[in-house]
C-alpha cells in the first residue's frame, strides 16, 4: 500500500541517520531521495538503498562527510565531497553556484571526491526555484556502456539535467541519462522480475536482450541514448563523454576509463559539475520567464495524435506525478520493500512503513 510522502521520507532518513550520518546530512539526503519518489524518478530513490548500504558496509562511503570548498573565485568554486555519499556536497555545489550567481551573474561549481548524487534534476531545479538557469551533471560509480561500435563498456550512464524558472510556475525541467534509459530503471524491472523492453539492454555479444540482469551480472551493456548505430547512439555516447569532461576533467575526478576507478578504499571519487546562470543579464525583470511559459505553452498546445495523450513538456511529468503521489501515496514494489525492511532491521532503524 503505498505511503504518505512524509512517512515515505522519515522513513528513508531514519535508515540514513542509523547509518551514522549527522542530523544535516541524513535529512538533506533523504530530502532529495524522496523528492525523486514523490516525482516519479523511482530509479533514484529508494531503490537506491541496497547500493547505498553495500557501499557503507563495504567501507567506501564516509558517513561523517563534510563538504568544502578548497579553491575559489567570484564565478567559481571547486569542491571536495569527503568521500561521502554525493547528495550533501552535490546540494552545497549548487547552492554556491547559486549565490555567487545572484552575486556576479553566472558560476560555475565543480565537485571531487564524491559519490553518486541522486536525481539530477533536484539541483537544477535549486536553480530554478532561486529564478536562475540551472545546468547539472555528473560522472558515474558503475562503467556499463560501450561507446559506439564497442564492445568493452568504458562509460557510466552519465547524466545531463537542464532547468529554467518560469512564469507559470512550472520550470522546464530536463533531467536525462546519456543511456537509453537509467540504470535505476533496470534494476527496478529485476527486483520485481519483469522483463526490459527492448532496446534497453544489449548482452555481452553486443546483441538486443530483454533480460534485466544481463547489464549488471551477465557482462552485458547498457544502450547509449538512440540504442543502435542505426538509430544515432553516436549522439548519447558523445553527450556521455561531454558529460565526464565537464564532472570529471574539469574537477579532478578520477576518470572513469581509469583502472583505480571505483578501486579507491573510500568514496568512488565521483566528479560533479553545477552552472547557474541568471537571464537578468540578458533581460528586464520577469521577461525571460514569460517567453519561457509562452515558449512551453505554444509547445503543449499541438494537436496530439493522440487526444488521450496530450504533448507535454520537460518537466510536466513530474509535477503531475508529485501532485498524484503527495494526494495518493508513494507506490514500492513489494521486492524492493523486502529489501528496505532487511536493511533497515540489519541497522536497527524504526520501520514506519506498515
Known sequence: ???????????????????????????????????????????????MIPGYDKLRRDGRANMQARPRIIKETPVSALVDGDGGLGHVPAKFGMQVAIDKARQSGMAITAVRNSAHFGATGYYTLMAAKAGLIGMACTSASSIQVAPTFGKEAKLGTDPWSF???????????????TTTVAAGRIRNKAN???DCPPGWVLDREGLPSVDPTVAREKGGFLTSLGGSPENSSYKGYSLAVMVNILGACLSGATLITDPMHCKKPQGNDIGHCFIAIDPGLFREPGAFEADVARFCGDL????????AQPVMVAGDPQWQNAATRMRDGIPVGAGLMRQIRQIAQASAAPWLLD
Do not use: C
Open 1 to 47: 500500500m503505498p505511503a504518505p510522502y512524509e512517512t515515505h521520507r522519515a522513513q528513508l532518513k531514519a535508515i540514513l541517520a542509523s547509518w551514522g550520518m549527522p542530523e544535516e546530512n541524513a535529512e538533506a539526503t533523504a530530502d532529495i531521495l524522496s523528492w525523486a519518489d514523490l516525482h516519479g524518478v523511482d530509479s533514484h530513490g529508494m531503490s
Open 300 to 307: 503543449r498546445a499541438t494537436t496530439p495524435v493522440d487526444p
Open 192 to 194: 520485481e522480475g519483469l
Open 163 to 177: 532547468a529554467a524558472p518560469s512564469a507559470d510556475g512550472n520550470p522546464f525541467l530536463l533531467d536525462m541519462a
